[in-house]
């Protein structure tokens, strides 16, 4: 079992950066894939981007690709979500997923573990 919680949201504009966190409870971190997903109002939760338990893979959405850096530091339990190039649309609570996978997937129901989400606002 691992328990998560998130920090880092807050209001920015566009453009900027922000550096979201996902601390996990446990001594088995390092055997999760994790992930991070968003859900806007209104919008359904989607994927945004994961990593292995190992570092070696890495998936991300579409609209994370070349903006987004998911890493995480298994000495610290904690993964990281880095956010460059801010847009309006990326204004969403920002969720991070434990799974018990060797790889990351990109569907909520492959997570097992949650946390409660941090909001990131993105003015223009």
């Known amino acids: 079992q691992v328990q998560l919680v998130e920090s880092g949201g807050g209001l920015m504009q566009a453009g900027a950066s922000l550096r979201l966190s996902c601390a996990a409870s446990g001594r088995t971190f390092s055997s999760y894939a994790m992930g991070w997903f968003r859900q806007a109002p209104g919008k359904e939760r989607e994927f945004v981007g994961g990593l292995s338990r190992s570092y070696s893979s890495t998936l991300y959405a579409d609209s994370a690709k070349g903006r987004f850096t998911i890493s995480r530091d298994n000495a610290k339990n904690t993964v990281y979500l880095q956010m460059n190039s801010l847009k309006p649309e990326d204004t969403a609570v920002y969720y991070c997923?434990?799974?018990?996978?060797?790889?990351?997937?990109?569907?909520?129901?492959?997570?097992?573990?949650w946390g409660q989400g941090t909001q990131v606002t993105v003015s223009s």
């Open positions: 997923a434990a799974s018990t996978r060797v790889r990351p997937g990109a569907r909520s129901y492959e997570y097992g573990f």
